[in-house]
């Protein structure tokens, strides 16, 4: 079963509806798509622009990105800056039919989704453009799951929802939970409400675990068969927003996002384009995943974007 995980953006409202079948829904909610041995997994922000963690949450769990654009709004960029900042350079926009696609290309043209392909809003022809992309995936890789959704079923157990994004889980893997380094033995697998006894990267899963119950747990925590890195302190260089209102100041509280997990912060050093950041808990993290930092309440939400090393 291959899968294929596409995040939407802009002007989404019904867009999922028309794309797959309702699913998981939250602070983001899941549509799902098949046509044979393919599984599309179409991931909305529903909580945005109420609050800018679901945005970044899809960002960072997507393929792909859809973004449907009925107008050029401000909150329209804002989106386009997160898209951006996150060097996100292939993906789609949809258009409506009143849209200036000079416009668009114009403000465009300097960001990583300059060569995006432009379509149009027909949802059949969408599904079908979409189904038939391909990722390369690491399947022989270490297993990396982060979970964004957990719960107990009766006579089941605990169940995590997430999508494998490197490696293949089986049966019976003993896997650790970061960042609390608890070992776990996923029990079952499911993809697409059926069994089956692996998933590969790509596949969006429900695996019942044993030796872990749901108080325990907190969405971004990722299973894996490797030492991931866990800290509370980070010391990034960041690419600032150069839409921010104001400099970043030592003693200053803040929010990062690395995945899905979500930590406030505080500032304990900054210089030029270096941070160095306190968390009031820990995080789990490879080498090379991006860091956000957030201010929630400012009128410009994300204040820069960095790489962990």
């Known amino acids: 079963m291959e899968g294929l995980t596409v995040g939407l953006f802009g002007h989404f409202e019904g867009v999922g509806k028309e794309l797959g079948k ?36 899809t960002i960072n769990m997507m393929d792909y990105p859809l973004v449907f654009i009925d107008e ?25 039919d009143y849209v200036d696609v000079d416009m668009l290309k114009n403000i465009i043209s300097q960001t990583s989704m300059k060569n995006f392909e432009i379509l149009e809003k027909n949802f059949i022809d969408i599904r079908e453009k979409i189904v038939n992309l391909n990722v390369e995936r690491d399947y022989d890789g270490n297993v990396k799951i982060p979970i964004d959704h957990y719960f107990t079923v009766r006579s ?14 089986k049966v019976h893997d003993n896997l650790n939970i970061y960042p609390i380094n608890k070992t ?23 695996l019942a675990l044993k030796g872990i119950t749901t108080e325990e747990l907190d969405r971004g925590y990722i299973l894996s068969d490797k030492d991931l890195k866990v800290t509370d302190e980070i010391d990034i260089r960041i690419n600032w927003n150069p839409f921010r209102q104001k400099d970043v100041k030592e003693g200053e509280n803040y929010q990062i996002i690395v995945g899905l997990q979500s930590v406030p912060c505080s500032v304990e050093e900054v210089s030029k384009n270096n941070v160095k950041l306190k968390l009031q808990k820990n995080i789990a993290y490879d080498v090379g995943d991006k860091v956000c930092l957030i201010d929630g309440s400012a009128k410009v ?9």
């Open 156 to 169: 089941v157990g605990t169940v995590i929802l997430g999508k494998v994004e490197s490696g293949t889980v």
């Open 22 to 57: 309702k699913g998981t829904s939250t602070d983001i909610t899941f549509y799902n798509y098949k046509q044979g041995e393919k599984v599309v997994c179409y991931v909305e922000p529903t909580r945005y622009s109420d609050r800018i963690n679901p945005l970044i949450y």
């Open 301 to 309: 939400r994300i204040v820069g974007v960095g790489t962990l090393e």
């Open 72 to 96: 050029i709004t401000g909150e329209l960029g804002e989106t386009l800056l997160a898209l951006d900042m996150f060097e996100i350079d292939k993906g789609f926009f949809v258009l409506g």
């Open 184 to 206: 776990v033995m996923v029990r079952s697998i499911q993809i697409h409400d059926n069994d089956f006894k692996e998933a590969k990267a790509g596949n969006r899963v429900g």
